[in-house]
C-alpha cells in the first residue's frame, strides 16, 4: 500500500495558514535518497558583472532610516518609508510595529507637525503593512479613513486598491487602480509601480491577459525596471505561453543577476513543462542569490516530494527546506508545517510528522480556524500513527493490521501528490474568503 495515498497533501492545505519548526534528526533506518542533479547554478545572466543585490540594498536603507529616526524621531515621513521598506521586504511584523507606533505618535497624539497629506500616507502605508498581517479589515479602515480625507489621492487609492483585491471584490479595485493612474500620469516611477500593482490584481483575479497589458504599460515607461518583465512573465505564464515567459524572465535576470525571484519563476515554468533538471538547477540558484527565499525553499521542496525522477526525489531534503521555510515565517505557518508534515511521512519520518502535525492543529487553534479544518488536520495525525504502526510490524516481520473503521483515508486511493503542485503566480497568496464588505465600501 503506497504511503502516499494516506497523506493530506499539499494542494489539499494550500489554503490554510500558520506553522512550527520541528527537529530533522532521522531515524537511523531511513534510507536517505540523494538526487543526482547537482545543486549548480542555472544558465549565468549575460547582465552587468557588477549587479547590486535589490533586497540588499533595501536593508540598507533600512539602517539608515533607523539611524535617521533615532536622531530627529518627529520626521513623520522617515517613518512611512520605514514602514514602506519593512513591507516590500516581508518584514511584516516589524513594518506593522512601526506604522502602529507612528500612528500613535503623529494620529492619536498629535506630536510634532504631520501635515493631513502626512497622515493620509501614513494610513495608506499602514493599511497595507496591516494587508500582509492578514487583517483585511483592519486595513480596509485605515485605507477608508485616508480616503475619507482625500478622494483623490493617489496612495490611498492605492491602498484601497490592494485591500479590495484581498476582499476578492475585483471590480471595485479595478476602479482605485485606474484613478491612481490616472493621477499620477506625470510621474513614471509612481505611474509604473502602480501598473504593477494594478497587474498583480488582475493576476489574483485570473485575468491574465488583462495584465499583461499592464506590465507591458509598465515595462515601456520603465525599460531597464526588471520587476516589470518578472511579472509580465508571470502574466504570460499563467496563460500558458511559456516560451515568451522564459524570454521575460530572463530578461529580469539580465537586468537584475542578483534578483532572485525571475529564477524561482523560470523554476517553476520548466517545472510545469516538466523539464525537471532544469527546475532544481533554477531553484537552487535562487536559493545562491538569496538563501531566505520562501518561494524558492518551498518549490524545490515540492519538486523534490512530486518529481516522477527516482534519482532526483529526496523526501528529506524536501522536508529540511521546508522547515526553514517555517523557521523564516516565525513558526506559525499551518500550510508550511502540514507541507513539512507531508514530506516526513513520505521519507517515513512518522514521529517527526507527528510532531509537525501537532505543532499545526495548535496554531491552527490559536488563529481560529474553522472546526473542520483543525478535525483534518487530527485525522491526519492519526494516518501518521497508523502508518508509523505499519512500518513497526512490517519491520518486525508480523502481518499487517486491517485499518480500522474510523481511520479511513482523508483521500481516495488514487489522490496522489500533484505532479506541478505550483499555483499560477507563486508569489501571490490569494485571499481564504471574500471579505463581507457592501459594494459601496471602499469605493469612490
Request: proline share 6%; aromatic share 6%; charged share 25%.
Amino acid at each position: 500500500m503506497a504511503v502516499r495515498r494516506y497523506i493530506v497533501t499539499v494542494a489539499t492545505l494550500a489554503t490554510l495558514g500558520t506553522a512550527a519548526y520541528v527537529s530533522m534528526s532521522p531515524p537511523k533506518s531511513f534510507r536517505v535518497v540523494t538526487s543526482s542533479v547537482q545543486p549548480t547554478t542555472a544558465p549565468a545572466a549575460s547582465g552587468p558583472a557588477e549587479s547590486v543585490n535589490p533586497k540588499q540594498t533595501l536593508l540598507q536603507q533600512v539602517d539608515k532610516l533607523k539611524a535617521a529616526i533615532r536622531e530627529t524621531p518627529d520626521q513623520i515621513l522617515l517613518h512611512i518609508q520605514l514602514g514602506e521598506l519593512l513591507t516590500e521586504l516581508q518584514q511584516t511584523a516589524d513594518a506593522v510595529k512601526v506604522l502602529s507606533d507612528a500612528f500613535d505618535r503623529f494620529v492619536v497624539r498629535g506630536v510634532g507637525s504631520a501635515t493631513p497629506k502626512d497622515k493620509i500616507h501614513l494610513r495608506a502605508a499602514f493599511a497595507c503593512a496591516v494587508l500582509k498581517s492578514n487583517d483585511v479589515r483592519r486595513a480596509w479602515q485605515l485605507a477608508k479613513e485616508a480616503l475619507d480625507t482625500d478622494q483623490r489621492d493617489v496612495q490611498a487609492n492605492v491602498a484601497m486598491g490592494k485591500v479590495l483585491t484581498a476582499a476578492q471584490q475585483f471590480d471595485a479595485a479595478d476602479k482605485h487602480f485606474d484613478l491612481a493612474s490616472i493621477l499620477s500620469r506625470d510621474d513614471n516611477d509612481m505611474l509604473c509601480n502602480i501598473l504593477c500593482d494594478w497587474g498583480e490584481m488582475l493576476l489574483i483575479a485570473d485575468r491574465s491577459q488583462d495584465a499583461e497589458v499592464k506590465f507591458r504599460q509598465a515595462a515601456r515607461l520603465k525599460q531597464q525596471e526588471a520587476k516589470c518583465y518578472l511579472w509580465l512573465g508571470r502574466a504570460l505564464r499563467q496563460q500558458g505561453r511559456f516560451g515568451p515567459a522564459i524570454q521575460s524572465e530572463e530578461t529580469a535576470r539580465e537586468l537584475s543577476p542578483k534578483m532572485s525571484e525571475p529564477c524561482v519563476e523560470l523554476g517553476a515554468i520548466y517545472m510545469e513543462l516538466k523539464e525537471y533538471a532544469k527546475s532544481e538547477r533554477y531553484f537552487r540558484a535562487a536559493l545562491a542569490v538569496e538563501p531566505g527565499n520562501i518561494a524558492a525553499s518551498t518549490r524545490l521542496a515540492h519538486l523534490l516530494i512530486a518529481t516522477d525522477d527516482p534519482a532526483q526525489r529526496n523526501y528529506l531534503e524536501a522536508a529540511m527546506l521546508l522547515g526553514n521555510a517555517v523557521e523564516l515565517t516565525g513558526g506559525r505557518d499551518v500550510n508550511l508545517l502540514t507541507q513539512q508534515a507531508a514530506a516526513l511521512a513520505l521519507g517515513e519520518y512518522y514521529e517527526q510528522a507527528k510532531a509537525c502535525m501537532e505543532k499545526a492543529i495548535a496554531a491552527a487553534k490559536e488563529q481560529n480556524m474553522p472546526g473542520e479544518t483543525r478535525e483534518l488536520l487530527l485525522q491526519t495525525v492519526q494516518q501518521y500513527a497508523y502508518l508509523q504502526n505499519e512500518a513497526e510490524r512490517k519491520a518486525s516481520g508480523e502481518q499487517p493490521q486491517s485499518r480500522p473503521a474510523n481511520n479511513e483515508p482523508v483521500l481516495p486511493d488514487d489522490f496522489l501528490l500533484p505532479q506541478s503542485p505550483l499555483d499560477p503566480h507563486p508569489y501571490i497568496v490569494p485571499p481564504s474568503a471574500p471579505l463581507s464588505l457592501s459594494p459601496a465600501q471602499g469605493q469612490r
